[in-house]
């Protein structure tokens, strides 16, 4: 097995707690589904939010999807002018047999903007 790394984001329509779990537990899930991966096939994710995201860690809408034995770390991303609000971005490393070309990275709704190159 190869160690490879997938992307995706989503944007929230609001800053609660209850709306972030969901829409980011979508986007796991998608990253999972689309990459024919379970929980036992991720290493780490990183998770990072915009700057007015407050109402909860991202981090905690996996461990309620069940995923509880794998490292999780949250960070903020940068405060840049203009850039897309509420936005919520994973990087996960994992263990597939896939072609790194073959990984499908997850960019949910309007954050499909964000990276038209490799959004899936």
């Not at 992307?7 to 609660?16: I, K």
């Not at 979508?26 to 990183?46: G, Q």
């Not at 936005?87 to 994992?94: D, K, Q, T, W, Y």
């Amino acid at each position: 097995m190869a160690v490879r790394a997938v992307r995706g984001a989503v944007q929230l329509d609001r800053d609660e707690a209850g709306h972030m779990a969901e829409r980011v537990g979508e986007l796991l899930v998608a990253v999972l589904e689309r990459n024919s991966l379970t929980a036992d096939d991720l290493i780490s994710v990183w998770f990072t939010a915009t700057p007015d995201l407050h109402s909860d860690f991202p981090a905690a809408a996996a461990r309620k999807l069940g995923i509880v034995d794998v490292p999780l770390i949250c960070a903020q991303e940068l405060d840049i002018e203009g850039a897309m609000p509420r936005v919520v971005r994973i990087l996960a490393h994992i263990e597939s047999d896939r072609p790194r070309a073959d990984i499908a990275h997850v960019y949910l709704g309007a954050a499909g903007a964000l990276r038209k190159d490799i959004a899936q």
